[in-house]
Nanobody, 123 residues
Framework: VQLQASGGGVVQAGGSLRLSCGVS????????MGWYRQTPGNQREQVAV??????????EYGDSVKGRFNISRGHGVNTVSLQMNNLKAEDTGVYYC???????????????WGQGTLVTVSS
């Protein structure tokens, strides 16, 4: 299983970017999909996660992005998008997509990570 991420780039402070992430193949079930980032000099941190329950989706955001970022289901099957608005210089970093999923019904719950996409916000 691979996670395919896209949408990084360079933007001026105050601008917007949209990241997308998709699971490369059909899997038994997805527990969650989300984005983490590694900014210069800091540990990897959670940005936004969508948990996919049978009764509906729930979302969680890191404190530094609340009110500015929004995670939602993407247009494709098993995809999510991260809309990032009012970007700040401190949002600069490598953004990684992650999914917790069961590849098969008999397999265990595992984490899968995408390759990372660079977001650069110029001030």
């Amino acid at each position: 299983v691979q996670l395919q991420a896209s949408g990084g780039g360079v933007v001026q402070a105050g601008g917007s970017l949209r990241l997308s992430c998709g699971v490369s193949e059909t899997v038994f079930s997805i527990r969650s999909m989300g984005w983490y980032r590694q900014t210069p000099g800091n540990q990897r941190e959670q940005v936004a996660v969508m948990s996919m329950w049978t009764y509906g989706d729930t979302t969680e955001y890191g404190d530094s992005v609340k009110g500015r970022f929004n995670i939602s289901r993407g247009h494709g099957v098993n995809t999510v998008s991260l809309q990032m608005n009012n970007l700040k210089a401190e949002d600069t970093g490598v953004y990684y997509c992650k999914s917790e999923l069961w590849k098969t019904e008999s397999g265990g719950l595992r984490d899968y990570w995408g390759q990372g996409t660079l977001v650069t916000v110029s001030s």
